[in-house]
């Protein structure tokens, strides 16, 4: 992927293994990245917002959820997953101004991506008890079900 129109000459898989350009850091290119990301999915959800959809918007209606396109690091093992999700689903979601950590991958408590998947497709009515392939190294009763905390 390049990002020339943000002003950075290398792609992004050296900016991930400490690649520089004019004197900036990986760090502070990767910043860049998300910045620019980040506004891409805020501009779309207030494009949402501005569109009246029954008693609301169409924002109201709909969810984005952005996330990493490989976890929490570069060449990530995939235990942990930060992300965001805007909008409720016509009020099926508790996301406003939420903040939801779990325990660390080995941990009791913990929840796995699949467990998002399993809220999500709750919330839009095709509710499941499992999804994906389980971790072998996971508690089989932590990987059931969607992630309760997120349901209305």
């Known amino acids: 992927m390049s990002y020339k129109s943000l002003g950075i000459s290398i792609n992004s898989h050296p900016i991930h293994h400490g690649g520089k350009d004019d004197g900036r850091s990986s760090g502070?290119?990767?910043?860049?990245?998300r910045r620019?990301?980040?506004?891409?999915?805020?501009?779309?959800?207030?494009?949402?917002?501005a569109v009246p959809e029954g008693k609301g918007t169409m924002l109201d209606n709909t969810v984005i959820v952005f996330m990493s396109d490989n976890g929490f690091e570069h060449h990530s093992d995939c235990k942990?997953?930060?992300l965001?999700?805007?909008?409720?689903?016509?009020?099926?979601?508790?996301t406003d101004g939420r903040y939801l950590q779990y325990p660390l991958h080995g941990n009791p408590g913990n929840r796995t991506m699949a467990n998002l998947y399993l809220a999500?497709?709750?919330?839009?009515?095709a509710p499941r008890a499992t999804f994906g392939v389980a971790d072998p190294n996971m508690d089989p009763k932590d990987q059931k079900g969607p992630l309760k905390e997120l349901l209305a």
């Open 28 to 33: 502070e290119l990767a910043a860049i990245v």
């Open 36 to 49: 620019y990301h980040a506004e891409q999915i805020a501009g779309l959800a207030k494009k949402l917002q």
């Open 80 to 82: 942990e997953w930060p």
């Open 84 to 94: 965001a999700i805007v909008g409720n689903l016509g009020g099926k979601l508790k």
């Open 120 to 125: 999500l497709l709750d919330a839009a009515g």
